[in-house]
Nanobody
């Protein structure tokens, strides 16, 4: 059972930056970051395949970067130029499915507990 623990959330002003971390007991084929704002569905914001391939939705492309430190079994999400609409609880997740399904929450076998990000205008 993969165990995931996020950290690094907080409150920032618009235009600011944050780096989220996810300590993983082990990596899976896909490692991803999702977010969920109140009243909205959980949405994928970044995915990293084991070969280093990444994907981002247009809403965060150029502002968010997913990476990992293999030595520390830690997944990161670097976020810059943050906007109020980026405010949400952010989750890391692990999947054994292919990249074509990366944004589908039901394809993930493990989730972290989430970390809150609040961006004020």
């Amino acid at each position: 059972q993969v165990q995931l623990v996020e950290s690094g959330g907080g409150s920032v002003q618009a235009g600011g930056s944050l780096r989220l971390s996810c300590a993983a007991s082990e990596y899976s084929y896909l490692m991803a970051w999702f977010r969920q704002a109140p009243g909205k569905e959980r949405e994928g914001v970044a995915v990293l395949r084991s070969d280093g391939t990444t994907r981002y939705p247009d809403s965060v492309k150029g502002r968010f970067t997913i990476s990992k430190d293999n030595a520390k079994n830690t997944l990161f999400l670097q976020m810059i130029s943050l906007k109020p609409e980026d405010s949400a609880t952010y989750y890391c997740a692990a999947s054994d499915y292919g990249l074509a399904w990366w944004a589908m929450t039901d394809k993930y076998k493990a989730w972290g507990q989430g970390t809150q990000v609040t961006v004020s205008s």
